[in-house]
């Protein structure tokens, strides 16, 4: 069964100024590395479609979406707030990275792939259901975790997240809803501040000091992340891939390694393997060193394809 890497040319318009750490190069240096590692051999490249607006208001509200549109800019750059902009191509961009999602739910639940990694931006999981927040517009993760409930009728649907930061918007939209776990690690106290203590028993939070190396992190995910899953027996496994944790990238002060990266999808694949057909989605969210970043997605894309 294949991996898909499901992707959009739209997603390197999007940009919001030359000082900005959340820029085009960020899914060059993906592609390089999978290229040069002979990983996109191995790949099924997809391109993104568009997600409709009844897909984003699953988890977004209507006003937020009209908000958007209203003030999308023709040229120059409309500030959502201090680090997070519109651009002329923001909205075509977002619209297919949360696409590619919806992509991956169906290729996977109609047996056409076993996994895949969506290599989009902007990043989803600070947006909010009705605001921008953290470089993410829309929440590209919580969309297709929606679309799978709804369009799927799935019971349970884990949602990893080991991005540096709190996923606080696809918290904020899944809290309380039985039929997601979200597990998560995130230096706290950190940006964006949330996420200790967690705002409802599905959503296991696991705060962590500054410099907490890989050893104690890998810890988590044996002794509370998994089995909390192996109890739970997810259908799906959605991952929100911040490669930020990382110990070279300076946005965060977590020490992860790119073997890191690799153990933690081996151990979530695994466990989808058992539990849910093995069925994994992935979504890029930050990762601003952009060696470590292509080092470490290509590592997160090997063990997702187990080559
Ligand atoms: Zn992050």
């Known amino acids: 069964m294949e991996t898909l890497y499901i992707t959009h040319p739209a997603c390197r318009l999007h940009e919001m100024g030359q000082w900005h750490p959340e820029c085009p190069a960020r899914l060059d240096a993906i592609n390089d590395q999978l290229l040069a590692s002979g990983l996109l051999d191995f790949l099924r490249e997809v391109q993104a479609p568009q997600a409709q607006r009844a897909d984003l208001l699953r988890v977004h509200t209507a006003q937020y979406l009209d908000y958007l549109q209203a003030h999308a800019p023709a040229q120059g750059y409309f500030e959502l ?8 191509h923001t909205l075509e961009a977002a619209q297919v990275a949360a696409g590619a999602g919806l992509a991956a739910v169906d290729a996977i639940m109609q047996g056409q792939a076993a996994t895949a990694f969506c290599a989009v ?16 517009i829309y929440n590209n993760i919580a969309v297709a975790v929606a679309y799978a409930l709804d369009k799927y009728a799935l019971q349970r649907v884990a949602v990893i997240d080991f991005d540096v930061h709190h996923g606080n918007g696809t918290e904020e939209m899944f809290a309380g809803d039985e039929r997601v776990l979200m597990c998560s690690f995130f230096q706290h106290p950190f940006y964006p501040g949330s996420g200790a203590p967690p705002a409802a028993p599905n959503m296991l939070n696991i705060p962590v000091q500054a410099y907490t190396g890989g050893d104690m992190l890998r810890q988590i995910v044996s002794d509370v992340w998994l089995p909390r899953l192996e109890a739970f027996r997810p259908e799906f496994v ?10 070279e990238d300076d946005m965060g002060q977590l020490s992860m390694s790119d073997a890191d990266y690799a153990w933690i999808t081996e151990q979530v694949v695994a466990l989808a393997d058992v539990t849910a057909q093995g069925r994994v989605a992935s979504f890029l969210e930050g990762g601003y060193n952009l060696s470590a970043l292509g080092r470490s997605a290509a590592a997160h894309v090997r063990a997702l394809a187990k080559l």
């Open 81 to 88: 707030d201090p680090d997070t902009l519109l651009n002329a």
């Open 121 to 136: 931006r902007p990043p989803g999981h600070h947006a909010r259901p009705g605001q921008a927040m953290g470089f993410c």
């Open 238 to 247: 959605f991952i929100s891939a911040g490669f930020d944790a990382h110990r």
